[in-house]
């Protein structure tokens, strides 16, 4: 281990009741199912293009598509994948504050709905609307 997760476990002795402590350290660092979920979300909307038609390209998209929804599948068992992709589509297109206010409205293990999503956009439209 090197880096950052190495200088988070600096403090802890090597051995072996200090394991768990250093288990939760990085798992509470790094464990964050929201990110993690959307990097997997991104990688399913910038899927490469199988222009040239070969074989090779084509069960590589398959093997990305696969490997990219199960692990959002076992990351999220309960969040609905369209959920997701619009989610990520919708936070693309709004201003980069309102963004971090939306992603400070939740904790890292939360995944809020779309719903929720909507109604953040809802009242911020209604604020904008009153500035106005």
């Known amino acids: 281990m090197q880096g950052e997760p190495r200088s988070l476990l600096d403090n802890l002795s090597i051995c072996e009741e200090n394991f768990d402590v250093a288990w939760i350290l990085i798992e509470n660092r790094y464990y964050n199912k929201r990110l993690i979920s959307f990097q997997h979300v991104k990688h399913l909307l910038n899927l490469n293009n199988c222009t040239s038609?070969?074989?090779?390209?084509?069960?590589?998209?398959?093997?990305?598509?696969?490997?990219?929804?199960?692990?959002?599948?076992?990351?999220?068992?309960?969040?609905?994948?369209?959920?997701?992709?619009?989610?990520?589509?919708?936070?693309?297109?709004?201003?980069?504050?309102?963004?971090?206010?939306?992603?400070?409205?939740?904790?890292?293990?939360?995944?809020?709905?779309?719903?929720?999503?909507?109604?953040?956009?809802?009242?911020?439209?209604?604020?904008?609307d009153c500035l106005t």
Not at 75 to 98: C, D, M, W, Y
């Open 53 to 128: 038609g070969a074989f090779s390209n084509y069960r590589k998209l398959i093997n990305e598509v696969n490997s990219n929804l199960a692990a959002v599948q076992n990351i999220q068992p309960g969040v609905e994948l369209h959920e997701l992709l619009l989610q990520e589509l919708i936070l693309n297109r709004i201003k980069s504050s309102h963004r971090s206010e939306w992603e400070n409205k939740f904790s890292s293990s939360d995944t809020p709905s779309l719903n929720q999503l909507l109604e953040f956009l809802e009242r911020k439209c209604q604020s904008l």
